[in-house]
């Protein structure tokens, strides 16, 4: 019996030992998780202290973000100023145009600052060669920015010699770093705008639309199409796209050195013939690239008439659909002239394509404000970033020579 009771209390040391051996080891696990979470906490919280440390630091006075200086180094082609009001453009003109950011400066004049070096941005017109020096030093902090808005077919400058001088780029193209753009497109309800936009998120409304009195106002138009140009041969080959509208019926006037008319521009009767004489404005572009549409596409916008775009570019991405006809949608110039006929012979149809009118306006571009808030981005700002190959981005896969449209 005694021998009994004796392995009994062994079993059951044995197994206290065993229960209290295990609770250790998870203390010891569970206290080593705990010290590694711990640690990684810490871990973000110096982080932190330390970018607030430097925030701080680079703070001006008051506390307020410190100044970031923009240097327009170039001209943009003959514009010294870049066709902006002053030579220099405090945090005054920022808040006018509503930026989130306001501490910056902008400035074509070089001696604003004693150095170049000093500059936080240089920005340098990059379409055409520039004449002029280069600067002879560079800081390290310093962002250097490729700006244009002609296409890569219109680019003069020989960008092969720029690998690895650039940072930023600031152009047309929606991967720019900065979007360099003619207009923005805002829904007038969210205030939010929308386009340009590699995904933009349209309102819909062309199918339900209807305007009795735009109908009739239409009704009294008089002519098909106009188009104004005054840059003849252009590689995209608008002049033999707009001879072969003509050869299939459809009655185009070519305003400018490229036609047999003639309307100054910005001269008001010009605009006024837009709402009440055409029905059609040829929005033509010079070159088939990647989200190539200039101010063309917005003058016709602006006016009672409906755009048709002959592009390089996905126009989704610029303006909602049904509020334009994309002539690279059809196979030949005789479908094309068809459809332009039947909505001729349908206004009901016609009006249709001013249904987004309701939901959207234009605004001018913020191109500065990005440039300034993204000089304020820690992040985009200490990120060491440029383009080794800065012609290949510009040139590679972004335009073409043959268009979908047969013709």
């Known amino acids: 019996m005694a021998v009994f009771l004796e392995r009994k209390l062994s079993v059951k040391y044995m197994l206290l030992f065993g229960a209290c051996a295990l609770l250790l080891c998870l203390y010891l696990v569970y206290d ?3 010290m590694e979470t711990i640690s990684s906490y810490k871990v973000l919280d110096v982080h932190n202290r330390a970018r607030a440390a430097r925030t701080e630091q680079e703070a001006g006075p008051g506390g307020r973000p410190r100044t970031q200086y923009i240097l327009l180094y170039t001209s943009f082609f003959t514009e010294r100023r870049w066709g902006l009001q002053a030579e220099t453009l405090g945090p005054d003109y920022f808040a006018m145009k509503h930026c989130p950011v306001t501490a910056c ?3 074509s004049y070089h001696e604003l600052l004693p150095s170049i070096v000093e500059y936080d941005a240089v920005v340098f017109h990059v379409a055409t060669q520039w004449d002029g020096p280069l600067p002879a030093v560079r800081s390290p902090h310093q962002v250097y920015v490729a700006a244009l808005m002609e296409s890569p077919a219109h680019t003069k400058h020989s960008l092969a010699l720029d690998g690895s001088y650039f940072n930023w780029t600031m152009t047309y193209r929606l991967d720019s770093d900065v979007l360099f753009n003619y207009l923005s497109v805002v829904d007038v309800e969210s205030g939010e705008v929308i386009a340009p936009g590699l995904r933009p998120s349209w309102r819909n409304g062309f199918q339900e639309y209807a305007n009795g009195s735009l109908v009739e106002t239409v009704s009294r138009k008089r002519r098909m199409a106009a188009q104004f140009v005054s840059h003849c041969g252009a590689l995209s080959g608008r002049d033999r796209l707009v001879q072969s509208l003509q050869k299939a019926g459809l009655e185009v006037d070519v305003y400018g050195s490229c036609g047999t008319l003639s309307c100054p521009r910005g001269k008001p009767e010009c605009d006024h013939m837009l709402d009440t004489i055409y029905w059609f404005y040829l929005s033509f572009e010079n070159s088939l690239c990647v989200d190539y549409v200039t101010e063309k ?7 009672q008439i409906v755009p048709v775009v002959f592009g390089g570019a996905d126009y989704n991405r610029f303006m909602p659909p049904g509020s334009y006809i994309d002539a690279q949608d059809y196979r030949t110039v005789g479908e094309l002239v068809e459809y332009l006929h039947y909505l001729f012979d349908h206004p009901q149809e016609y009006v249709r394509y001013f249904w987004w009118k309701r939901h959207y306006t234009f605004e001018p571009p913020n191109t500065y404000c990005e440039l300034c808030q993204k000089l304020h981005s820690v992040a985009a700002r200490e990120r060491v970033q440029y383009y080794r190959d800065i012609k290949a981005w510009w040139y590679d ?8 449209i047969e013709f």
């Open 397 to 404: 896969d972004a335009c073409t020579a043959k268009p979908r």
């Open 32 to 34: 080593r998780c705990m």
């Open 297 to 303: 596409l917005y003058n016709a916008l602006e006016h």
């Open 105 to 107: 400066v902008l400035t």
